[in-house]
């Protein structure tokens, strides 16, 4: 069975940052694609970032590029998302993905998700 645990999430004010990371368990780490999704209250959840089992190679949504970091350690079957100069507009209840589809983006396994509040 499939476990994903995110952490890291808190209150933060605008312009600080946090470090989310998931802890994987029950699949194959290193041959899974993972990523991270936000839902904002009364919003649909969106696409952050993905990172590739195969070599590492990153994607990022064009509302967190060049500010936020998705990275992965193997060994430790850990997910971070490095998220800096945070807005506002970045609160939401954070989710790491497992198995993350490099086109559709569409998603094996989810996590329970981590509350990110951002402080004007």
């Known amino acids: 069975q499939v476990h994903l645990v995110e952490a890291g999430g808190g209150l933060v004010q605008a312009g600080g940052s946090l470090r989310l990371s998931c802890l994987a368990s029950g699949l194959t780490f290193s041959r899974s694609a993972m990523g991270w999704f936000r839902q904002a209250p009364g919003k649909e959840r969106e696409f952050v970032a993905r990172?590739?089992?195969?070599?590492?190679?990153?994607r990022y949504s064009d509302s967190v590029k060049g500010r936020f970091t998705i990275s992965r350690d193997n060994a430790k079957n850990t997910v971070y998302l490095q998220m800096n100069s945070l807005k506002p507009e970045d609160a939401g209840i954070y989710y790491c993905a497992a198995n993350v589809h490099a086109t559709t983006l569409e998603s094996a396994y989810w996590g329970q998700g981590t509350q990110v509040t951002v402080s004007s």
């Open positions: 990172i590739s089992w195969s070599d590492s190679s990153t």
